[in-house]
Each structure stands twice: as C-alpha cells, then as structure tokens.
C-alpha cells in the first residue's frame, strides 16, 4: 500500500470532519432560544474537529510506516519458504528484497530461484498489513473527529484550542531545522571520532604535512600524512585573507555610496543588482576565476618576473572569491549605515563637518557593528564555499604565503575524499568528516559572534 | 511680505540693539512645489535670545534651519530671498557652508550626541576645524565648554564615557557644550527641551539664560510659558508667515494681532 492513500484518507478524514463540525456550529449558531452566540467562529468549530480528525491518524501513518515493513518481514520469515535461506550475509538481504520488490510490484520478476516462493507469502503479508493499516487509520480518525464532534457546544472554546493547535504546528516546523542540524552534528561527530581512533588529533590539527592516500592499506596510515595545517592555512588564506581584502572595502564604498551620495532613484535600482551578485550559481563564478582570472594573474605574474606563478593560484580564487561575496558586505553595511538615525548625520553637519567627514567619523563608527557583522558572515561564507576553489585554486597543500602558488582548502578537500575511490572505513575517507567538523565548528563560532554583534547594536539604537 | 506693523515694530522696538547679527530679507522657502515659509523679513541681535513661537507646521522650524543652511540636506527644499550674515549672504555662492556652520551652531530637538566618549563629543568640532594646536589646547576646550554648559562637574571624572550613557538632560547639555566647543556667534536651538523633563528643561533654561551675554540665540519652542522665560525677542509663525515680531513682554501683554492674541490665548495651537 502506498502512503500516499493513508495520507489521502486522513486528510479525507479531516475534510468530513471540517464540514460536519462547521454546519453543527451553524445550526448552533440558527436554531433555539433566538439567536445563540456562539463562543468561536463556526470555521474554528471546523478547524478543531478537521485537526482531531487529522492529526491523530497521521502520526499513526507515520508510525505504521516504520512498523508494517518490520511486521511483514516477520511474517515473511516465518513462512515456511524461509527456511530455505542462507544463514545470514548479503546474501540473504538480497533474496529477501528481491521478494519484496516484486511482491511490491516495483520489479517484473526474480533473478535468483531461492526468492520466488518467497514472492507469493510477501504479497500476501503486503496485503494484510495494508489492510490493517488502512482500517486503524480510518478508526483512529473517526474516533478522534466522533469525540472532537461530540463536544461542539455554542460556547464550546473552540478559537483557543484551534490558536494553541496553531502554535503548536509553528513550533514542530521550527523544530525541524534545529534536529536537522543538530543529526548533521551528530552524523559528523561519529566519524569524526573514527577518524580520531586511527589518526592522533594533534597530528591533523597541527601537522603540515598532507597527502591521504586512499588506495593505501588502511593498517599503515601514518599520521603524518594528515596534517591539516595546510588546508586550514589555505581556507583562511583565500577566504578570509584574499577575499576579505577584496570584498571589505568595495562593499564598504559601495554601501556608503548608496546610502549617501546616490540619487534614490539610481539606489532603486543599484541595490537589486548589487544583490543579485550574492545569487549567482558559484560554480559560474568558478569558470570565472579558472578560465579568465586565473591565467590573466599567472601571466602578469610571469611578466613581473615571478617564476613560480601557477596556473591555479590562491589569488585568483580569492578575488573572485571576494567579488562573490562584496553583496553580503555592503547589503549589511548598507542596512546599519541607513539605520544610523540621521541626528546624528544632521548633528555632524551642523557642526561644520563636511559629508566625507560625517561619513568617516560618526556614520561608519556608529554603523561598525553591523558592518561587522556583515564581514564575519562573509568570511563564514567563502570559507565554506567550495566551487570556485576547486576550479581555480588547485589540489596541492602547500604552506605558503606566496599568493600565486596554487593552494588548498578544506572544502576542495572534502569534496575529494569523499568522491574518491576509497571506502568508508579507510581513514583518507573519514578525514573528511573530521574536516568537515573543523569548518563546521569555526563557521558556527564566526556566526554566533556575529548574531551577538548585532545583537548589541541593535540595543544602542533602541 | 508688505507689512508695515512689522516695519514699524521692527523699527520702533530694536534701535537700541545695535547692528543686526543676522538679517532675513523676503525670505521664501519651498518644499518642492509646496511654498513652506513665505517672505519672512527678521533681524536677530547678538547678546538677546530670539524665540519663535506658533502651531505645528508653521514653518518656525524651517525658517530656523535656514539659518545655517541645515535645508541643504534637503534635496527638494529651495531658499529664495536673502540672509545676512554680519552683512553678508549666506546663500551666495562662495559660501563655505563649512565655516558658516562654524559660526552659527546648532542644537536639536532630540538630544543627538555621537556614539563617541564625552570628550570626543565636545573635541568633534575643534578637530575637524582644526582650532586646538595641542592635546593640551583641545584639553582646555573641552573642559571650558563643558563648563559653559553646565556639565563639567557632573561628568569631569567620566570623560572616557559614551556620550550616550547620560540622561536625557545631561546629553542635550553635552550637545550644547559640542555647539559651543568651536567658538560660534550664533546658536540655533530647534524645540531643545521638547524630549526632556521639567526639572531637565529648567536646568537648559537656565543655561540659555547664561549663554545669551556672549552668542545671540535662536530658539524655537512650542511652549509659550518657556518663550516668556527665557527670551527677550519674540517671533510668532502661523502659516509659513512672520505674523508679529517685537519684544516679548510686548507680545504676551500686548499683542498688536489679532491672531497672535488668539494664540497666546489658547485659542488655537
């Protein structure tokens, strides 16, 4: 049985019940000792049954999804055709779902003989259970729409429940983003701790040296060959570093520009463009930076006399890197500056300071921490960014501070582990979970700092 | 405006004020299509405090900003007329607004001090007109205006503070003392004690009354009692027009209008 049809039934369910609740509370509403006030809105008389209707039977589909499967598993293998079965081992698996698949009608016939007189007890448990299961969800949802009707009373308080049912529903949905992250952690820490148990911290934290080789026994993985300095030298290098020089500044004067000397009608149009920027795909800026930046930098390079000048260079992603992210920059310098009240502009020009001045010395320093804010959500952003590395910025770990040697980052590092050949137990593999946990760690503190950032700045204008 | 009362009160009460500080001819101001202020004609004396009195929306504001150009922030807003500034206008085009507001300071409605320590609040204006030659100049700047201000003693041993750490009262002092830091001839106050308290406003009160010996003071209030306290000049708006400008003992006992009476009355407003 698909799920689909449960869901079907229950919001079925609900729909009876909304359309029977609410002509009750019409009638309520029409009949008797002349007009009776009714406490709620008929629609809410609706809305409470639909919900008792629904929900009730909804979290049973939910639940009968997991169980039914497991349940007719069991009965499967009690089936006497069972018996026939290897032990344990892939083996088994792959007969029991074979069964399963054409039982369920997903595929047209068995491939190996020890599943087809499994195939005929499958359908019939399938069956059974689908039965089952569709008959306690029209029982649950009756029962909960019969009581939840059963109680409708012209100052029945329907409005109040239906409003917490409300902010109940809000507060799973919000709930739900905070459990994803919350099993991204988890699912990173696990490994992460793997990886640990093979390789010393100390030695990916702090080591220099870096070259995984997946196709190694995993019994001789050294340590030494896990120094993430490196990568985490390159992360910053391009993202914080390049990027920042970058993007700081122009974004910067480009907020001050909008907020200040543009014309609004230019500033109507400029501000979408500028932001449109922050939409752009990053893997066309990564065409960018490989096919146009990259070898325009290594020839300067080369006619500057840098011999060492790669193709793929650090710089080359880190200003492409920077142009990507000046919209996150200057959209929240250009909030903060507009939101500096403008007594304060009016304040400095009336004592004479001219506009650049009033800028430099009271509209940016009253701004600053919401300009910093937009900085540290920036950097967060280009060290995590992964598509323009890869293309322009190359594979090899060095420990430079050379611009145009060609670098590494985190996230071009993990996107390599884990599409390598390696498999899930090998240390190569999981060191892209411990890395991952890094980058993970470090974006959380750089956007906590700034959220508590902007937090103080909105209590100085308040 | 072709008004002969106000020639003639103009005229008849002020020939013992000297030359006029500031002297408005026909002044016009627009808002884009909307005429704001229409031909308003004053002359302000050093050494009085001049106020200007009438209804929301009468143009006392505007007409105030005038003064110092502060309506060029204003993109819409277009000054006709002329305004002369010890003889000279400062409408012309070679005036450097920059020591025009120098010369005619200005004091707001909310109290606006920059997110900035105290003695950087008062040491803004100096800087940027470069007047103190020294740390130790600027140091004696800061404390004297503060003192002119009435704030040295409440805040001598917090100068490191944020300016915007005081209460309501003491902030607006402090932006009395950063107008006053850079020396000017003039002070424009808009409504400066509007946001504050009684006792806040006695004290700003008392203050304007200790200022008024050295700078001539401009300052446009919505509380009638507060312009008998304190000035010796008074202005009364209605309408974007001057409508009767005189001694202010005259104005409140006297009024020669008969919609100045109506308003000192509580007849409107």
Redesign the interface.
């Known amino acids: 049985m698909s799920p689909a049809i449960f869901v079907l039934l229950a919001i079925g369910l609900g729909l009876v019940g909304w359309l029977a609740a609410r002509s009750r509370a019409w009638a309520f509403a029409s009949s008797g000792e002349g007009r009776t006030r009714l406490h709620s809105l008929p629609s809410y008389h609706g809305w409470y049954v639909a919900l008792w209707a629904f929900v009730p039977a909804i979290v049973f589909v939910a639940i009968w999804n997991v169980v039914s499967p497991q349940l007719v598993m069991q009965s499967l293998l009690a089936d006497p055709a069972a018996a026939q079965l290897p032990d344990f081992g892939i083996n088994r698996d792959t007969v029991l779902s074979e069964a399963l698949a054409v039982a369920r009608g997903s595929a047209q016939a068995v491939f190996n003989p020890l599943a087809a007189p499994l195939v005929e007890p499958a359908a019939a448990a399938m069956h059974r259970y689908g039965i089952i299961g569709i008959v306690v969800t029209l029982l649950i949802g009756f029962t909960g729409g019969v009581l939840a009707f059963l109680r409708l009373k012209p100052d029945f308080t329907a409005r109040t429940r239906v409003e917490r049912a409300v902010m109940l529903i809000l507060l799973l949905a919000s709930l739900v983003a905070i459990l994803t992250t919350f099993g991204i952690v988890a699912s990173l820490l696990f490994e992460t701790i793997r990886f640990f148990g093979m390789v010393n911290p100390i030695d990916f934290l702090f080591g220099t040296h870096w070259s995984p080789d997946p196709m190694r026994d995993p019994a001789y993985a050294n340590g030494a060959d896990y120094g993430a300095l490196p990568l985490f030298w390159g992360t910053i290098y391009i993202g914080a570093i390049i990027a920042m020089i970058v993007a700081i500044p122009l974004g910067l004067m480009s907020a001050i520009f909008l907020t200040q000397y543009a014309?609004p009608t230019f500033r109507k149009w400029m501000k979408p463009i500028l932001e449109i920027l922050a939409g752009v795909p990053t893997v066309v800026y990564g065409y960018f930076a490989a096919l146009t930046v990259a070898p325009f930098i290594r020839d300067v390079a080369k006619s500057l006399g840098i011999a060492s000048a790669s193709s793929e260079s650090a710089i080359a992603a880190g200003l492409v890197m920077g142009v990507m992210i000046i919209p996150f920059v200057s959209s929240m310098a250009d909030d903060s500056i507009a939101a500096v009240?403008s007594?304060?502009?009016?304040?400095?020009?009336?004592?004479?300071?001219?506009k650049s001045?009033t800028i430099r010395?009271?509209l940016v320093?009253?701004a600053l921490p919401g300009i910093v804010a937009g900085v540290m959500l920036a950097v967060s952003r280009a060290i995590g960014e992964t598509m323009i590395v890869v293309m322009a910025a190359g594979a090899a770990a060095n420990l430079t501070a050379n611009p145009f040697a060609s670098m590494t980052t985190v996230t071009y590092q993990i996107v390599a582990m884990l599409t390598g050949e390696g498999s899930f137990d090998h240390p190569a593999t999981l060191s892209a979970f411990a890395l991952g946990m890094v980058l993970f760690v470090v974006t959380l503190g750089l956007n906590f700092i700034a959220l508590r950032v902007v937090k103080r700045y909105r209590e100085?204008y308040e | 405006m072709n008004n002969p009362d106000l020639e003639s009160s103009v005229a008849a009460g002020f020939t013992d004020a000297g030359p006029a500080k500031i002297s408005a001819n026909k002044v016009s101001v627009y808002y884009g299509e909307k005429k704001a202020i229409d031909e308003v004609s004053i002359d302000i004396h050093t050494r009085y405090v001049t106020a200007f009195i009438g209804p929301s929306g009468c143009g006392k504001s505007t007409f105030l900003r005038t003064l110092?150009r502060?309506n060029d922030?204003i993109?819409s807003a277009r000054v006709d007329g002329e305004i002369l500034l010890d003889g000279q206008d400062i409408y012309r085009s070679k005036m450097d607004?920059?020591?025009?507001?120098?010369r005619v300071?200005?004091v707001?409605q909310?109290p606006?001090?920059?997110?900035?320590s105290i003695y950087d609040n008062i040491a803004?204006?100096p800087k940027?007109?470069g007047i103190a030659q020294s740390k130790s100049e600027l140091d004696e700047i800061v404390e004297q205006s503060l003192r002119r201000a009435g704030l040295w003693e409440e805040v001598k041993d917090r100068l490191t503070d944020s300016g915007?750490a005081l209460s309501g009262g003491q902030q607006q002092r402090l932006?009395i003392a950063?107008?006053i830091a850079?020396d000017p001839e003039v002070i424009l106050m808009d409504e400066p004690c509007s946001a504050l308290d009684p006792i806040a406003t006695a004290r700003i009160e008392e203050l304007i009354d200790e200022l008024r010996g050295r700078y001539a003071i401009v300052i446009v209030t919505h509380s009638m009692q507060q312009a008998a306290r304190v000035s010796q000049r008074t202005a009364f708006f209605h309408l974007g027009n001057l409508v009767e400008y005189g001694r202010t003992s005259d104005i409140f006992t006297n009024p020669r209008k008969e919609r100045t009476k109506d308003y000192i009355t509580g007849r409107y407003g």
Do not use: W
């Open positions: 014309n009240p007594a304060m502009r009016d304040g400095s020009l009336a004592m004479g300071a001219t001045e010395k009271v320093p009253a100085a | 110092n502060m922030t993109p607004v920059v020591q025009l507001r120098a300071g200005m707001f909310k606006n001090p920059f997110p900035k803004y204006g940027i007109h915007t932006c950063r107008a850079v």
